[in-house]
């Protein structure tokens, strides 16, 4: 894994979580992490990466000051500084390889001039933005983040002197012979360089499906090449270069800037990276996107890319976990693809742009379709029939397109505009779009009428009332409206459930009497149930409950309210809250008339306090007087909210443990959110 100076494994101590885990757990993934980390430094890794980033984040997450996490020490960098002179440097070096080697195994140990562990990742644009945010440099350097084995090429006064692997990050295995086999190499540098050079062994595709096609993949192959004690096959190997610490006579780094380091590692012969300047962090993500395509036709594997400042810091990169560049890596739930249709499905009253795209793997499914939400969507991503995307499965849960890929040979390929319909399919009125919803504006349209008696059947718990049946009754014009449902009797049933030759016989169906019986039982619901179940665009029952916490107790104060009285209200926005108001507006007539003639009973809402409205919670740890969920409920009964995680706008954290490391209470602190504990909790309700 290449990056200048990567050094995740220095294990810089953290200000994040400590869960509570048993001494055995803790030491139980130390010890995994050490096996696995045995077994990529060999060549022969037992997981992958992104298995073994978790199995690292969850110690560094509950012991941050694990002895595995300080494993790779800084003590090595000493020498950059002590160093008097390039002669007492290559006596340092002999010195330190002729200790090291008392116990060396296949090969003679080295010690590294340059640290070579791993470095903090970010594994999606948001956590790229979020590091991005503390780091505003003027300009973005950014190169491929190589997969191969990483080495280390030592000079003494411009010649090759030796090459060390990675091993343990401080200490690797000398394998100067194999590495003087090796495609890359230069032997001789111009002037008197002295110091090291950071690059990446790897073997390209050509030779992997040509030799050693048998091995799992390219990593693992060179891996296994360069560490051969004979050094038969090293001469299948490249090495491609993308750092240098040049020490000078005075004991400096000569180079001014990392631009300079890589224009002189071309000059000097190496193969190099390629460099790219971005000017801001979203045309870094732009570049990853464009990187992700044309990665499948390189003759070599990239992981991701490395994202760094124009200035060169060792004081930085000296440190147990350097802050200013990062590993930006692709991830398995990313891919590219290329969009051939656009489809839009019905939802009741609304259409729902679907995109259908060449198929791609995504965290081991295919995956072929990914909803975009809305017009807007399509918009703002300036998506067109044939443009290139980026396809994600976060949480390996739902597809969806993340951005459109611009280059110059995509850009060439022909485009369509999505087609956008206009009319309705079953009624044939003109569609309103609004940007954010495409939609049939008719009430009486039997499309959105069906959707909504589902939502109804839901909502009042009419069980034996199935989608197929409202069909039946809303096709035949048996029910033409909710009121309907309660105007049906057994006579109108039956012939939905009996043929005519049976109708003579039978005259009354069973089936016909369980469901009538299942919608009598219904007359009675709660008010959030009643308005949710009229299937208002994007308000659930949820929601409305949220209404009823904050003062909305009858469905008369729910008509009368506007816009500004919802939005006002805790976890409500304007667009919501319009939607809400013009919804309750478009089927007031028929809330009225269901419960003014008693065919519904809304059942009383006891009206709550309001001594926490506006306010919202979340608790953290045991709380010693009652149950979390006994606190929760009394947040709720007095109009607050509870969270179940510490986010920006949250009113209060509670934790008897205030003083505590963990991750809510540090990122609380860090957000200004008061931390009480249980104590004080409880005189909030004091009068």
């Known amino acids: 894994m290449s990056s200048s100076f990567e050094l995740d494994l220095f294990g810089e101590n ?99 001039l340059i640290p070579m562990g791993s470095q903090e990742k970010a594994a999606n644009p948001e956590q790229f933005l979020a590091w991005a945010q503390k780091h505003p440099y003027e300009e973005y350097l950014v190169e491929y983040k190589l997969d191969g084995a990483s080495l280390e090429i030592q000079y003494q006064n411009g010649e090759f002197y030796k090459a060390v692997t990675r091993g343990d990050g401080e200490i690797g295995d000398d394998i100067t012979r194999n590495v003087a086999k090796m495609q890359g190499l230069v032997l001789h540098l111009p002037g008197s360089f002295t110091g090291g050079v950071r690059g990446e062994v790897i073997m390209s595709h050509e030779v992997h499906r040509q030799k050693f096609a048998d091995k799992a993949n390219c990593r693992n192959a060179a891996n296994g090449l360069m560490k051969r004690k004979d050094g038969e096959g090293s001469e299948y190997l490249q090495i491609i270069c993308y750092d240098a610490l040049f020490i000078d006579a005075a004991g400096t780094n000569a180079f001014s800037d990392e631009i300079e380091k890589m224009n002189w590692l071309k000059s000097a012969g190496f193969n190099t990276v390629p460099l790219q300047i971005c000017a801001s962090p979203q045309s870094v993500i732009d570049y990853r996107a464009e990187v992700m395509e044309k990665r499948v036709n390189l003759n070599y594997d990239i992981d991701g890319l490395v994202i760094k400042q124009k200035q060169i810091d060792l004081d930085d990169a000296r440190r147990a976990r350097p802050d200013k560049q990062i590993a930006f890596k692709f991830s398995l739930e990313e891919a590219v693809s290329v969009v051939r249709n656009v489809i839009w499905n019905e939802n009741g009253a609304t259409y729902t742009p679907v995109a259908e795209f060449d198929t791609v793997e995504l965290a081991g499914t295919k995956v072929s379709r990914a909803s975009l939400s809305n017009y807007n969507t399509i918009v703002d991503l300036g998506l067109k029939i044939g443009s290139h995307v980026v396809v994600t499965k976060r949480g390996e849960i739902i597809p969806k397109i993340e951005a459109v890929v611009k280059t110059e040979e995509s850009e060439k390929e022909p485009k369509i505009e999505v087609p956008v319909p206009e009319k309705c399919g079953v009624c044939g009125t003109v569609l309103i779009n609004e940007g954010t919803r495409l939609y049939c504006p008719n009430h009486f349209c039997t499309k959105r009428l069906v959707h909504q008696l589902e939502k109804w059947a839901d909502m009042a718990q009419i069980r034996d009332l199935g989608t197929t049946l409202i069909k039946d009754l809303v096709a035949g014009g048996a029910v033409k409206s909710l009121k309907d449902l309660y105007q049906l009797d057994e006579a109108k049933l039956s012939p939905f459930f009996l043929n005519e030759e049976s109708l003579e016989k039978e005259k009354i169906s069973l089936g016909a009497r369980k469901v009538l019986a299942s919608i009598q039982n219904s007359r009675k619901i709660k008010l959030s149930s009643f308005i949710a179940g009229f299937d208002i665009e994007g308000i659930g029952e949820t929601m409305i409950e949220k209404l009823i916490d904050a003062g909305f107790v009858t469905l008369k104060g729910f008509l009368s309210a506007k816009t500004e009285d919802f939005a006002g209200v805790f976890g409500f926005a304007e667009i919501t809250a319009n939607t809400l108001v013009e919804g309750l507006k478009e089927n ?100």
């Not at 992104?50 to 984040?57: G, K, M, Q, Y």
């Not at 003014?596 to 953290?620: A, D, H, R, W």
């Not at 607050?640 to 443990?657: F, H, P, W």
């Not at 991750?663 to 005189?683: H, M, T």
């Open 14 to 112: 953290s200000a994040e979580s400590k869960p509570a885990k048993s001494a055995g757990y803790i030491e139980e993934l130390a010890a995994k992490i050490l096996k696995y980390q045995k077994s990529y430094y060999t060549g022969e890794a037992e997981i992958s990466d992104a298995e073994f980033d978790r199995l690292w984040d969850e110690l560094k997450e509950i012991a941050p000051d694990h002895p595995v996490l300080q494993k790779v020490g800084s003590d090595l960098a000493e020498n950059y500084e002590n160093t008097e002179n390039n002669t007492n440097l290559s006596v340092e070096i002999e010195e330190n390889s002729a200790d090291l080697n008392k116990n060396a195994g296949n090969f003679q140990k080295a010690r590294h």
């Open 588 to 687: 007031a007539e028929e809330m009225r008339y269901l419960c003014e003639n008693g065919i519904i009973q809304i059942e009383e809402t006891v009206k709550k306090s309001q001594l926490l409205s506006g306010k919202s919670f979340c608790f953290t740890g045991e709380l010693f007087t009652m149950k979390r969920a006994q606190a929760e409920q009394m947040v709720k009964d007095n109009g607050g909210a509870c969270k179940s995680s510490v986010t920006k706008g949250l009113s209060y954290l509670v934790t008897n443990d205030t003083t505590s490391g963990s991750s809510k209470n540090v990122k609380a602190a860090s957000l200004g959110i008061p931390i009480i504990d249980e104590k004080q909790f409880l005189a909030l309700f004091d009068d």
